[in-house]
């Protein structure tokens, strides 16, 4: 297993995550948009989310070739991000939004289809290749947040540029050998999709993300706005990230012990009871810290648990989509959905209690795990 190249990916796809979940949002309130463009433009990266991972899940699936297809989204992504800098108005800027993203959000449920294809029957171990997007996450974001304050916010979109290139250079050593599923006699893809315990897993992904929205979209402008400069807001980001790979280096045992359902629940638990804690007290730095550490379960346990289910739900030629679906179910459909209502709603009933109604997405979901994924399901 190409073990560095495959980390490598994962490193600069977060780092670019990092840079620009984090710090986009204060970017486009420093050109003049109001939180409820924001809310839309940020809904905009999420929404595409819906529409490539599928689009390219299918014909990777059907030609067996996966890499080619990761490295042309990684190079389109490149180019369509150059137009950042030119673009004028709020029209314009989606339109190039849309674009980047849609060829970005193309090349991780493929990449992560390669990986999962060369781990084969060692699942568990994925955590251990995946921590270092994590690592690359946590280096953006806590020298680009050092940097903002030294400078200014305007360098954002260049960092991202950067991050892009490091990318698309890193696909091109990874090689396509060991990426094929094996076959495996599993019906349609809608047969797979229909079965009640599917059903559930994906509602209560979607709902998880849609959790996370006002978190991506507006913290570091919530944040800025109870006096917490740029440095403090990106280690704030850091730190959440740093509890997240702790968590990957003993998620394999955490699997293996309580299983994907139980890690699941507790993963949705704890996001109802940080989302309390950031809408509520925002100048408890304790309270702050205690929130940004919870991360470690509302992203870290809960993505690497529901990996694990994808894998386990959707099998051989349908591996590739069901990567795809996962990440546009969740990430794409939660995540604009989140995204759009999250920019309303800190207009309209404010930032507290926008926070308030992302615990109950998390609350609803948890519900929902409970009742109808199984322990054999799961």
């Not at 047969?191 to 509602?203: D, S, Y």
């Not at 894998?311 to 989509?321: T, W």
Request: proline share 3%; charged share 10%; hydrophobic share 55%.
């Amino acid at each position: 297993m190409p073990y560095w190249r495959l980390s490598g990916f994962y490193l600069f796809y977060f780092a670019s995550l990092g840079a620009l979940l984090p710090f986009w949002g204060l970017y486009l309130k420093d050109r003049g948009f109001a939180p409820s463009e924001i809310g839309e433009l940020m809904a905009v990266i999420m929404f595409t989310k819906l529409v490539a991972p599928n689009v390219w899940g299918w014909i990777a699936d059907h030609t067996g070739r996966r890499m080619p297809i990761v490295r042309l989204a990684s190079l389109l992504a490149l180019i369509t991000f150059g137009g950042v800098f030119y673009a004028e108005g709020f029209w314009m800027l989606a339109l190039v939004m849309m674009l980047f993203s849609f060829f970005w959000n193309a090349s991780l449920p493929q990449f992560e289809a390669v990986t999962l294809s060369y781990l084969g029957d060692q699942i568990q171990q994925y955590s251990r290749v995946r921590l270092w997007g994590s690592i690359g996450f946590i280096i953006a974001v806590v020298g680009l947040g050092y940097l903002i304050d030294q400078m200014e916010v305007g360098l954002v979109p260049m960092a991202v540029l950067v991050l892009y290139l490091g990318l698309w250079l890193n696909s091109l050593v990874v090689p396509e050998q060991g990426a094929r599923m094996p076959h495996h006699e599993q019906g349609s893809i809608l047969a797979v999709m229909k079965r009640k315990e599917v059903i559930a897993f994906l509602a209560a992904c979607f709902l998880m993300q849609a959790s996370h929205s006002a978190y991506y979209a507006f913290y570091s402008i919530y944040m800025e706005e109870h006096g917490y400069s740029s440095t403090l807001i990106g280690q704030l980001w850091a730190l959440g990230v740093v509890a997240e790979v702790l968590v990957f280096l003993v998620m394999h045992r955490l699997l293996h012990r309580w299983g994907a359902r139980k890690v699941v629940i507790i993963s949705l638990l704890i996001a109802v009871v940080r989302w309390v804690i950031v809408g509520s007290a925002p100048d408890q730095l304790f309270l702050v810290l205690l929130a940004q550490v919870m991360h470690a379960a509302t992203f870290g346990t809960f993505h690497a648990a529901a990996i694990h289910l994808v894998h386990h739900f959707f099998v051989g030629k349908h591996q590739g989509r069901g990567q795809a679906l996962y990440s546009s179910i969740s990430f794409g459909g939660g995540g604009a959905f989140g995204s759009l209502l999250s920019g309303y709603l800190w207009t309209g009933i404010g930032p507290g209690p926008t926070y308030w109604v992302a615990a109950g997405y998390a609350l609803l979901a948890m519900l929902i795990v409970w009742r109808w994924l199984n322990h054999e399901a799961a």
